[in-house]
């Protein structure tokens, strides 16, 4: 119980929240485990809860009329997962798949509710941190419409390294494999555009393989690329 109400404190979603408030929705978490490749939700699924994660990666994409699959963010562990549906109960608008093993703290809506009627501090708080999203989404996808599809990749490397990968002097060697399918869907390209744009970054001495595994020689001159 105690490690359940520190998660949902440390979310920030619940800051200002006392005691006894935090403990009932301790109190009605769940744990769900996932293994790679699982579905957490697909898009247009009921908004039955909050999630957050507590290990793990999972995906969250969304489909295009040309049957692409999209990677709108990529939630770690302590990202939150539904915090719109919370509010507006609407159906899910966008799936969400483990890319590895993960664990799940899921909060039931209906629990949530309860606590969202009975204190208002938190309706206020819950907003403003939807608001940000939703800032920083247009942000990102405005910078899309600007940026070149090189500056895009070398971006996307550069701020996945900051999870992902180990610093090694002015580089960070990647922990996990992204494939050039994964790197495409976040990018929402083909994975041809998508490898001739690491070609060139591999050419320009910007990224390398070790190992079959990304490896950034120099992550200043590549955020500079970006």
Do not use: Y
Request: with cysteine; net charge neutral; proline share 4%.
């Amino acid at each position: 119980m105690t490690d359940r109400v520190a998660i949902l404190h440390d979310t920030g979603l619940f800051d200002g929240l006392d005691v006894p408030a935090l403990h009932a929705l301790a109190r009605a978490c769940t744990l769900q485990r996932l293994d790679r490749g699982q579905t957490l939700f697909d898009a247009g699924d009921p908004a039955d809860g909050l999630r957050v994660v507590l290990d793990g990666l999972i995906r969250v994409w969304i489909g295009t009329p040309a049957g692409r699959e999209v990677t709108v963010a990529l939630a770690e562990p302590g990202d939150l997962l539904g915090e719109i549906a919370l509010l507006d109960g609407a159906p899910r608008s966008a799936g969400a798949t483990a890319m590895e093993p993960a664990t799940i703290l899921f909060l039931p809506r209906v629990a949530f509710r309860a606590a969202f009627d009975a204190f208002p501090d938190l309706r206020t708080h819950l907003i403003g941190v939807v608001c940000a999203r939703l800032r920083a989404l247009t942000g990102r996808f405005g910078a899309a419409t600007l940026l070149t599809l090189r500056a895009r990749v070398a971006g996307l490397l550069h701020d996945l390294a900051q999870s992902h990968a180990t610093a090694h002097g002015p580089g960070a060697r990647f922990r996990r494999r992204f494939g050039q399918a994964e790197l495409a869907a976040m990018l929402g390209v083909t994975r041809e555009a998508t490898n001739k744009q690491l070609a060139a970054l591999t050419a320009d001495g910007l990224v390398a393989m070790d190992g079959g595994v990304l490896w950034i020689p120099d992550l200043a001159a590549l955020a500079d690329a970006s």
